[in-house]
């Protein structure tokens, strides 16, 4: 029944290793999200897809790559993982400017 | 540039107190404003919603206004409890073709028993 789910919650690799996260929302909205929050709790947005296309990329690594196969579907792929990108990292949803659903995040530690 | 600040940074009360968290934005076109409760380790959970056209916004205990003029927000919390212990969150959407939010760093509440 979660309304937008993430995996995994938690994920621990080394320097270097390529990694994914998924997220899927099943609550029919058409806007999907990427934020991550460092570890002063700072939230900041990363990337933003509207029906599947990319809206918002923020300043970014391009290591960093989304994917949005559907709209109810926006993975993150991190390629060459670095010690700095280790930070909590939330998927949400909205309906266009409507309310947003966050999903439980995920903690990635990279050693 | 968007910028969200929340005033204070922590704030600890005793059990029962009614208390006043602010959030204050730069950018004037708001489109809504949302506040976030983030428990430790958890996700976010929308507490309440304030489109552009509302004052405020009430859920139980909770209370949140808008006042666009002055680029403020304030969320009141009524008769506070250990429960409502938690880093609270505010955004701005600014609509348009910017789809962001733009979140304060929160504030840290701690309500004692």
């Known amino acids: 029944d979660t309304a937008v789910s993430q995996t995994p919650k938690y994920l621990v690799t080394q320097m270097g290793n390529d990694k994914s996260i998924k997220c899927e929302q099943n609550l029919g909205h058409d806007t999907m999200y990427w934020y991550k929050q460092d570890s002063k709790k700072f939230l900041k947005i990363m990337f933003s897809?509207?029906?599947?296309?990319?809206?918002i990329n923020e300043t970014v690594p391009n290591r960093f790559s989304p994917k949005s196969p559907d709209k109810a579907h926006l993975n993150l792929h991190i390629n060459s993982l670095e010690l700095g990108d280790s930070a909590v990292y939330f998927c949400?949803?909205?309906?266009?400017?409507?309310?947003?659903?966050f999903g439980s995040g995920t903690r990635l530690t990279v050693v | 540039k968007q910028e969200v600040t929340q005033i204070p940074a922590a704030l600890s009360v005793p059990e029962g107190e009614n208390l006043v968290l602010n959030c204050s934005f730069t950018?004037?076109?708001?489109?809504?404003l949302q506040w976030f409760r983030q428990d430790p380790g958890k996700g976010l959970t929308s507490l309440l919603l304030?489109?552009?056209?509302?004052r405020e916004q009430t859920s139980g205990r909770l209370n949140a206004s808008l006042d666009k003029s002055s680029g403020r927000s304030t969320l009141y919390i009524a008769a506070s409890q250990p429960g409502d212990s938690a880093t609270y969150l505010c955004d701005q959407n600014s609509g348009g073709s910017n789809y962001k939010l733009t979140f304060g760093k929160g504030t840290l509440l701690t309500v004692n028993p």
């Open positions: 950018d004037s076109a708001i489109y809504n």
């Open positions: 897809y509207n029906n599947k296309e990319l809206i």
């Open positions: 949400a949803s909205s309906l266009s400017f409507l309310g947003y659903t």
């Open positions: 304030i489109q552009s056209s509302q």
